[in-house]
């Protein structure tokens, strides 16, 4: 199985689980909940594949150069050719697999490779310490378990800190110089860009969904 199929299975069974419940429970549905439904089951995937950068850090350093060689040899993009990978099923939750994934992303951003770096260190937290939160909200979002006011408070303290960190790292990113590693603007774009304004942009959406519960007292955002 391509890797990239993988991740894309396992991000849709855990969105999908939550928007037929939600359809089930309020008979609607509703694009902000989906949106949210989709960040926080990306979230809860990367969740893993960061923990596994904190159990194979020693391997991700090692493999980082391969990467970088692997790149002169060939002209592909490590990142492309990582997720475009096959791998026997019996390896699809191997932390040394996923630890891979940060090898070849550490060409683009050497952080990865270092543990004493911003980079590394604010994606070991998210790892450890969103998932639970995580799948908190995701629940009150799709069955209302708690009143609107909690799941409020608990949602702005967990998507500013989402949007914050991700600011940050963006900032540190090119402060420390690393735009040039990336290469192309195509590259810059995919890999940088991208990922990163999606942990901005719907961040920024949840924080205004969780001040609306709070002031609100009820779910109505949401289509409850």
């Known amino acids: 199985m391509p890797v990239i199929l993988f991740a894309i299975l396992v991000v849709a069974g855990f969105t999908l689980s939550g928007i037929a419940l939600h359809y089930c429970e309020h008979g609607a549905l509703d694009p902000i909940y989906c949106l949210l439904a989709l960040f926080f089951s990306v979230n809860l995937l990367i969740c893993y594949w960061e923990i596994c950068l904190v159990l194979r850090r020693d391997h991700i350093a090692d493999r980082a150069e391969y990467w ?17 990978s096959r791998i026997p099923l019996r390896d699809l939750l191997s932390t040394k697999l996923w630890g891979d994934l940060w ?30 939160p995580t799948l908190l909200l995701y629940a009150a979002f799709t069955v209302d378990f708690m009143p609107a006011a909690y799941a409020g408070i608990l949602g702005v ?18 402060t420390a ?32 969904v969780s001040i609306r519960l709070i002031v609100d007292g009820h779910y109505g955002i949401l289509g409850h």
Do not use: C
């Not at 490779?113 to 998932?131: I, L």
């Not at 290469?183 to 924080?207: E, K, M, Q």
């Open 103 to 132: 090898s070849a992303y550490s060409v683009y951003d050497g952080s990865y490779a270092d543990r004493r770096t911003y980079g590394f260190n604010v994606d070991m937290g998210n790892g450890f310490f969103t998932p639970v």
């Open 157 to 174: 303290a967990l998507f500013w800190q989402w949007t914050y960190i991700t600011s940050l790292y963006w900032v540190s990113f090119h």
């Open 177 to 208: 110089g690393r735009r040039e590693q990336v290469g192309g603007r195509r590259l810059y774009y995919a890999y940088v860009v991208a990922p990163n304004s999606i942990w901005i942009l719907l961040p920024l959406l949840g924080l205004y």
């Open 68 to 84: 970088r060689k692997r790149q002169r040899e060939t002209g592909r993009a490590p990142g492309a050719e990582f997720l475009t």
